[in-house]
């Protein structure tokens, strides 16, 4: 599995170049991105996928296992977790 999440519209760094940008870019593009991948595991009787972290970007994580509920309503997957900084509730929506 890998997850990929941002935040809409990001800032543009003023430079082209990533090696060139600021203290404050780099700051800004590190808090509204997430992004890790692993294998993952679900616990269907107790609605929980459990994510195993193999890589992504914040290495505290890597090696260990992130625990999501999750659950179906009418074309959704429904995925939630609670964090030090909060509640996360991510939503899927089937396309035919």
Do not use: C
Not at 34 to 41: D, E, L, Q, R
């Amino acid at each position: 599995m890998s997850a990929q999440l941002m935040r809409p519209e990001p800032i543009p760094f003023a430079s082209s170049d990533d090696l060139q940008a600021t203290k404050d870019e780099t700051d800004r593009a590190w808090r509204n991105y997430a992004g890790y991948w692993g294998t993952f595991s679900v616990d269907a009787k107790n609605r929980i996928v459990t994510h195993h972290i193999e890589g992504g970007w914040f290495p505290n994580w890597i090696g260990t296992n992130q625990e999501r509920s999750f659950r179906f309503s009418q074309d959704k997957l429904i995925l939630e977790a609670d964090y030090s900084a909060g509640h996360a509730k991510l939503v899927w929506q089937k396309i035919n």
